[in-house]
């Protein structure tokens, strides 16, 4: 196992009714006024955002609303709150919502306390120094957004889907109640449960050390996500496997899994990204398509960790077996699983392997994947 510092400054609030002591935590903070970000209106229709606004009232901690972040967020969305942050002196950010509003939350507490771009963040011409808080109310499990540093932006001028990690960006307190989760439809339900299981894969594969430790706890939180994901297709309300899915979300990114590795990258998020940047399809569902891909193109190049996690996953004998399996299972919780079925033309190959590589050179990834190969991954789609 590798030397490695390992520090995770989120306080996790996790259970039934913990949103409604959301006002009492931020004041606790000494938080007086915050922005407070969300979707596109589900918490208005399920009466979360009432619970919120009765929480902060009774807490004395004044708001200014800000609606209607969509999934793939959008770096014109974060610079029109960063305006109103400065415009109405807020202190803090809480975002109730899913990975999308926590990550536009994180940028808007980025941006909010500097005068240059945000943008610069992303494509490394500046670094985070200082930052609002964030607080967050969880309400689909997938992104790991509340236990993480990281934020994920679409620009839609120049098409580019970047990201930013910082330690001063993981949320102060985030609130993970199981039950806010059960209105999540079946196949947002498979696109979180295809993002989770990425996150835990991407340095399981490509790391050139990997800890038996780390590789168990990555093969527990993919055996769970399997399992908790075909009951809640059967049970949306079953809360003990709302909460498994959850936690296990929680623990795929959190920097855990990762912890005593050697090496290891994101290949496969750095080439959906390409696709949700130019085709806004959802994550997971292009996670979906890239991931079996990338598996048939990567695997010998890390052949007995892929049989074993064809054997402690699937019970399987082979690699192939095990990404045959993978890809069955991904199919049929009713994600797609080739670019015909996500409905992106094969014409658009080199756009999209375009696309990733500048990514992929932003990343430091641009020598192990180049154009061609990126092109020769997606053709396995």
Excluded: C
């Amino acid at each position: 196992m590798n030397a490695f510092t390992y520090y995770n400054p989120t306080r996790i609030e996790f259970g039934r009714d913990k949103e409604n002591s959301v006002g009492e935590l931020v004041a606790q903070d000494g938080i007086k006024r915050v922005l407070l970000v969300y979707g596109t209106g589900s918490i208005k229709k399920n009466g979360l955002h009432e619970r919120v606004i009765v929480s902060l009232n009774q807490a004395g901690v004044e708001y200014v609303e800000f609606g209607g972040i969509v999934s793939n967020p959008l770096l014109s969305d974060v610079y029109d709150a960063i305006n109103l942050v400065k415009l109405n002196n807020i202190n803090a950010i809480l975002a109730v919502g899913g990975g999308s509003v926590i990550d536009s939350a994180k940028a808007i507490a980025a941006g909010s306390v500097v005068e240059t771009d945000v943008w610069d963040f992303f494509i490394n011409k500046a670094s985070i120094e200082k930052a609002l808080p964030v607080y967050t109310i969880v309400t689909l499990a997938a992104a790991a957004s509340e236990m993480n540093g990281n934020s994920v932006i679409t620009n839609e001028v120049t098409k580019q889907k970047y990201s930013i990690a910082s330690v001063l960006l993981n949320p102060k307190i985030s609130i993970v109640n199981p039950e806010l989760m059960m209105s999540v439809t079946n196949d947002y339900l498979a696109y979180s449960a295809v993002d989770i299981i990425a996150h835990s894969i991407e340095v399981y594969f490509t790391a050139t050390d990997h800890p038996n430790f780390q590789s168990r706890l990555v093969e527990s939180i993919i055996k769970t996500v399997i399992e908790t994901t075909e009951i809640l297709i059967k049970d949306p309300t079953d809360y003990d496997a709302r909460a498994e899915f959850a936690w296990a979300s929680s623990q795929a990114l959190n920097g855990l899994t990762s912890s005593g590795t050697g090496g290891g990258n994101f290949p496969n998020h750095m080439i959906e990204h390409a696709l949700s940047a130019l085709f806004n399809i959802a994550h997971g569902a292009g996670l979906a398509i890239v991931i079996p891909a990338w598996m048939k193109w990567y695997k010998d190049k890390n052949l007995p960790q892929f049989e074993r996690f064809a054997r402690e996953v699937f019970g399987k004998n082979s690699a192939e077996d095990g990404i045959t399996a993978l890809s069955a299972w991904f199919d049929s919780i009713g994600a797609p699983v080739s670019l015909s079925a996500g409905n992106i033309p094969r014409e658009s190959i080199p756009d999209i392997a375009q696309n990733a590589y500048a990514l992929g050179k932003l990343w430091g990834m641009g020598d192990n994947y180049s154009v061609k190969s990126i092109e020769e991954i997606l053709k396995n789609a």
